[in-house]
Every structure is written in C-alpha cells, then in structure tokens.
C-alpha cells in the first residue's frame, strides 16, 4: 500500500477540524495498512506493537503527547497523538491512513472509570466511519456475562470499572465494526524462561492468568482471522499462577 507523507496526514487531521493530534515528526507517517494501536506505550500495549511487528503488521499508535515511549525504542512505529477522550482527536487519528484493523490495550492511569466507556464508544464509531476491518478490545473479566466468576469480595470496589468496560464491549459490539474482545483476569509480566502458553477460550467462566507477552501474541494473531470474528475471549495461560506474584 502507498506510504503516506507526514505532510498528507497531518493535512488529514486539519479536514477534521483538530489541532491537538499531529503525527510525531520524529517517526516515520502512519500507512495504508497500518494496525492503529490505542494504549501503545503502556506495558501491554507495548508488548501488543511488538508482536504485531513479529508478525509483518506495520503499527501505528495513538498516545498522550506527554506519553513515554522508551518501551517501543527502536521499533519501526508511526505515531498519532492526541487525547482518546476527545472525539475529533480519534477521528483525525483514523483519518491519518487507512487502517486495516484497530487495537485498544487501553488503561486509564489518572482517568475515572468513564474513560473506558467514553475512549471506546470513541474508537469504535470512527473505525465504524473509516471502514476498518477490525477492532480488538482488551477487557476485563467481570465485564458482561463473566461477572459471575469475578470474586465476590472484590466486586464492590471494582464494579465501576468493570461496569465502564463492560458498556466499552456494548459500544464495539453494535458499531458494526467486526470485534474480537478479549477479556484477562490477572497480568503478569514474563520472566526469565517461562514458556508462553497463553491461549483463548470462549469459556467466559474461565478465571486465570496470563503475561503480556501472551497477551501480545494473542492479539496479533487475531488479526484478519475469521476465528476470531465477531467473538468473546478469555485469555488464560495455565501455567502463570494467578496468585500473588
């Protein structure tokens, strides 16, 4: 597909009437084929970029001008930023080049729990207007029909949370858009020799752990898979213990 010029891209953001996104001059343009990667920077993210680059996809993320980008040193990635709580901002992003496929690994950090419900009503309706193929959404378990298998006990605390994704999964699943959610109980970070047995099961009973290494894996090979159409997942790795860590 035709790279496109900063030039052309940042000429995209303008048509929509937004002047916080810009495309990082420092980077090379987002392009025609790209993935556009929403919480790119962040620790599961980042390991999201790096597998879909494993894997051929080119990689676009959208993040925070004040973002750190040191987890994606030296990857080849396009970068669009702007504010994912502000809709011309995500319109401009997915203007930008013509993605075949989104991903949001999403966390809010300082932001209310309505940030997962706003971020993703956001992304799902310009992907919807933008023709993207696909939009991957991380979730939690507890969202949706799997809040019978959250703990009890932790219920109360989380519900808000857990509420605002579970209407982020409302809001993708009636864009139109074809979706592939998948929800995780428990992130680890990898650590010296484990062995990714990271899998996806349509179980929505299943309560585990898994590392963002799997997590990433997982992610890239859901794109453009018919398997993976239009699906809830649960993604559990038998051997990471759920426990403390």
Request: with cysteine; hydrophobic share 45%.
């Amino acid at each position: 597909m035709p790279r496109l010029t900063r030039r052309v891209a940042l000429c995209a953001a303008l048509v929509f009437g937004l002047q916080h996104v810009s495309v990082n001059a420092w980077a090379r343009a987002p392009m025609d084929g790209d993935v556009l990667v929403f919480g790119g920077t962040g620790k599961l993210g980042a390991e999201v970029a790096k597998a879909l680059i494993a894997g051929g996809h080119g990689v676009t993320v959208f993040a925070r001008p004040t973002s750190d980008h040191a987890r994606l040193d030296g990857l080849d990635i396009a970068y669009v930023e702007g504010d994912v709580l502000n809709e011309s901002d995500v319109n401009a992003a997915f203007a930008a080049a013509k993605f075949k496929a989104a991903v949001d690994a999403l966390a809010r950090g300082r932001s209310g729990p309505e940030f997962y419900d706003i971020s993703e009503k956001n992304i799902s309706t310009a992907a919807a207007a933008t023709g993207v193929s696909q939009v991957i959404l991380h979730s939690s378990v507890g969202a949706g029909d799997s809040q019978a298998v959250y703990p009890k006990e932790r219920w109360e605390a989380m519900k808000p949370t857990l509420m605002a994704k579970d209407a982020g999964e409302k809001h993708l699943m009636a864009s139109g858009v074809t979706y592939t959610i998948i929800r995780n109980a428990v992130l680890r970070n990898s650590k010296p020799g484990d062995v990714d047995g990271a899998k996806l099961t349509e179980d929505q009973s299943a309560f585990g752990a898994v590392t963002r290494v799997g997590l990433g894996r997982l992610t890239a090979e859901c794109i453009g898979n018919p398997d993976c159409a239009n699906k809830i997942f649960h993604a559990v790795d038998p051997g990471v213990h759920a426990g403390g860590e």
